[in-house]
């Protein structure tokens, strides 16, 4: 049966389960849009296509499926740009699907014609440009398979206007293969789980670094059971965050820059670190010919090119995180190791301790890390989190506990500044019965501000709270503290009223000024139906701290601004 | 040869895009090559990118990991230069105006086996084809004459023996 290239675009999508597409239309996928109008794929009209590609994100984030945004030729495909370099430096599968100018047009500068697949390339895992409507089939699984198997990651389809009017003869079985692209099993090889086997049994002082790929994977129930087993405390980077229970006893929280300080001492002091699904990313090690040196190291990652790339390991294994836990827990069980008490763990609960009272509320006014652990008492434990990028992100990082994978949803590589209110909207569509908080900054909130109006027309009830400081807090914090108190053009004024802003987009707008106040409005917003926006007002001197200056090592901590 | 100079050679699908991909990731990650050829194969549809490069072993080890990563390359390897065969050509335009200079010129071309492709009044153009080393010696002893200009392919590589077919 013949059908038209729009059509086949559409009807691929479904045959890959999509249920929803964030995206806005133009001149250049009209055809496709008019198809989608009668189909059945909920379509979410964003106010900026970052802010669609930030959506898709989010949803994939919390589904563990991709997420699907598109865009219109020129300006609407490079608008996307944002959306996808946060998912790709976070390796998350969002498909984009761009219109392009007719292929008779392609490269003579036509209106709105823009080079998309040249502009993502380095920020994407892979780029189709169609030439005919017969590859749409082909090139839409090809995509699934690509953004969705090994290390996840943004794809491109870019789409010219006249191949979505050609007609096509439809047939989604399997036709081509890429030869370059295999789909790993993610076994490990049954060598570097005997190797590691060795270095587990013989240390004394484990720490699990787990990162994002262990979400990725699904693996925490396993990372669980392995770090019981062999009785390893775990530390998390950023984007491993809700990888175990922040109140599993053998969980310390956040490593790094802006890590407990009771993370860093411990990783200093083990001697061996079993990182899995890091990419030991600088925020996470400090500098590097410090890190982890009197330790051994174990490294599981998907990606071969991580392995080495960054830190110099020990006893690398190439495998899917679940997978490779797994292989090493039925090994030791099959040697009949394992670990009930010792000094370490100890050692740890003492370091633990000592800290505690490091990270309690002092001085006047309200206290982001104060709001946020009565936000966790109020939230149930699968609610989910998004961030803005800066301190409000730190804070939420140091001071929210997260119970439960995929709650977390945060621009940890790019660091992009607007990825918090998008992203909360994608996360409310793929979860529609938990709550979702985008706890963010002024600055980052006002960066895709629009789209409260697409929360508002959708009825997407999400909560946003912005720590107002009225500075572009975590760069004010660095001029602080390393820049002599030359506060250069950080200052955003008490602007705008965000409470009016809310009210001018039909959300409700909610001011914050004492504790009682936000719990209240906190408690209430959980079965609101429409979004919310609640300021409030904190002082632009509240630091994020400890933090370890950037290029130093993870010992070097500063605890008091 | 000097000792961290690496020949990396990979298959990939004869499409539009291939090569802005692998240089676009070269640029990226910050590599350093010195040379990239690209040229068909005895199997339609597939084309060989030949790269080198100078660095230690990490580095390559990064770029072949990083490069395999593109859905495009079908096969890619580090060739070792004791266990392949390498070849460069170079053009090479040479002042020889006077009849002794043209002797002498000619006189190393036969040397180094090198062609004269092309001559007139004041120059000759010469055609030299091997390893990077002789060619390079070469374009040295040129230089004495007046290089006028020259043109270099960059490096082709195939692995000794009847290992490296490509299969399926
Ligand atoms: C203002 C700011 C401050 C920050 N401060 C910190 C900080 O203090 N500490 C910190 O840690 N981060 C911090 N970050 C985040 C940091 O920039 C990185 O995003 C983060 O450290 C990367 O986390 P990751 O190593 O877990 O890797 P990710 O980027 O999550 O990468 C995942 C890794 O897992 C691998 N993987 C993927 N799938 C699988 C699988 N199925 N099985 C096995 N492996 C898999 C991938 O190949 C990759 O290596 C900060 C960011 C910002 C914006
Ligand atoms: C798009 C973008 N531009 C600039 C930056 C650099 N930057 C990092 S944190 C920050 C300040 C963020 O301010 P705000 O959102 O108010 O959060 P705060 O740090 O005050 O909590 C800036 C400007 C960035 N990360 N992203």
Aim: hydrophobic letters at 40%; aromatic letters at 6%; a neutral charge.
């Amino acid at each position: 049966m013949k059908i038209s290239g729009a059509r086949a675009i559409v009807e691929a999508l479904k045959r890959e389960k999509v249920e929803v597409i964030f995206g806005i239309p133009g001149g250049a996928t009209i055809p496709f849009y008019d198809v989608l109008l009668e189909s059945d794929i909920r379509h979410v009209l964003a106010r900026h296509e970052q802010c669609a590609a930030h959506m898709a994100d989010g949803y994939a984030r919390v589904k563990g499926v991709p997420g699907v945004c598109t865009a219109t030729s020129g300006p609407g495909a490079t608008n996307l740009v944002t959306g996808l370099a946060a998912a790709y430096m976070d390796s998350s599968p969002v498909i984009a699907i761009t219109g392009q100018v007719p292929r008779s047009m392609v490269g003579k500068d036509a209106f709105q014609e823009a080079d998309i697949v040249g502009i993502v390339n380095p920020i994407t895992k892979y780029t189709f440009q169609l030439e005919s409507a017969s590859q749409i089939p082909d090139v839409i699984r090809l995509a699934f398979i690509i953004a969705s198997t090994n290390r996840r990651g943004p794809v491109l389809i870019d789409v010219p206007r006249d191949v979505q009017l050609e007609d096509v003869d439809f047939d989604y079985t399997e036709r081509i293969k890429i030869k370059g692209y295999v789909v790993r099993t993610g076994e490990p090889h049954p060598y570097s789980i005997k190797r590691a086997i060795g270095l587990i049994m013989g240390s004394e002082r484990p720490m699990i670094l787990a990162g994002g790929g262990v979400i990725a994977s699904n693996a925490s129930e396993e990372l669980i059971k392995f770090a019981e087993l062999i009785m390893s405390p775990i530390v998390t980077t950023l984007m491993g965050k809700g990888a175990v229970p922040e109140d599993h006893p053998l969980c310390l929280g956040m490593v790094g820059m802006h890590g407990r300080i009771e993370c860093n001492k411990a990783i200093e002091e083990a001697d061996l670190i079993i990182a899995i699904g890091t990419r030991f990313g600088d925020r996470t090690t400090g500098k590097l010919d410090e890190f982890g040196r009197n330790a051994k190291i174990i490294h599981i990652d998907i990606d071969p090119a991580e392995i080495g790339k960054n830190v110099k390991v020990d006893v690398p294994i190439v495998a899917d995180a679940k997978k490779a836990l797994i292989a090493l827990y039925s090994k030791l069980i099959e040697f009949g190791f394992s670990r009930k008490e010792s000094e370490w763990i100890n050692k740890i609960n003492r370091l633990k301790e000592s800290f505690a009272s490091n990270y309690e509320e002092k001085g006047d006014g309200l206290k982001p890390s104060k709001i946020l652990k009565i936000l966790r008492n109020i939230l149930p434990k699968n609610a989910i989190i998004t961030t803005g990028v800066g301190q409000n992100q730190m804070w939420a990082a140091l001071h929210f506990k997260v119970f439960e994978p995929r709650t977390f949803i945060t621009s940890g590589g790019l660091g992009a500044m607007g990825f918090g209110l998008p992203a909360a909207i994608g996360a409310k569509v793929a979860a529609p019965d938990r709550p979702v908080f985008n706890i963010d900054g002024d600055g980052s909130f006002l960066m895709t501000e629009q789209d409260l109006a697409t929360a508002v027309t959708e009825r997407i009830p999400i909560v946003s709270i912005i720590l107002k400081n009225r500075s572009l807090g975590m760069v004010r914090q660095w001029q602080c503290l390393f820049w002599n108190k030359r506060y250069a053009y950080v200052d955003l004024g008490n602007v705008p009223d965000f409470v009016k802003l809310a009210e001018a987009y039909g959300a409700e707008g909610i001011r914050i000024e004492s504790y009682e106040e936000f719990e209240r409005a906190a408690r209430r917003s959980l079965s609101a139906e429409m979004p919310i926006v609640m300021e409030v007002p904190i002082s632009p001197d509240e630091k994020v701290l400890p933090m370890v200056p950037p290029g130093k090592s993870l010992k070097e901590v500063i605890w008091y601004g | 040869m000097v000792d961290n100079f690496h020949i990396i050679s990979a298959l990939v699908e004869d499409r539009p895009g291939v090569l802005f991909r692998v240089t676009s990731l070269i640029r990226r990650r910050n590599f350093n090559i010195d040379t990239i050829t690209v040229g068909s194969t005895e199997r339609e549809g597939i084309s060989r990118i030949t790269l080198t490069m100078r660095g230690d072993e990490n580095i390559v080890e990064q770029l072949v990991k990083q490069l395999s990563k593109i859905p495009d390359i079908i096969k890619i390897s580090e060739l070792k230069p004791s266990e392949s065969v390498y070849r460069e050509m170079a053009i090479i335009k040479v002042l020889a105006q006077d009849a002794e200079r043209r002797s002498d010129v000619l006189n190393y071309v036969s040397i180094f086996r090198g062609k004269i492709i092309d001559a007139s009044k004041d120059s000759l153009t010469i055609e030299i084809v091997g390893n990077p080393n002789k060619i390079n010696a070469f374009i040295e002893i040129m230089k004495s004459f007046g290089i006028i200009e020259m043109a270099k392919t960059g490096i082709v590589a195939l692995q000794r023996g009847l290992r490296g077919k490509i299969e399926g």
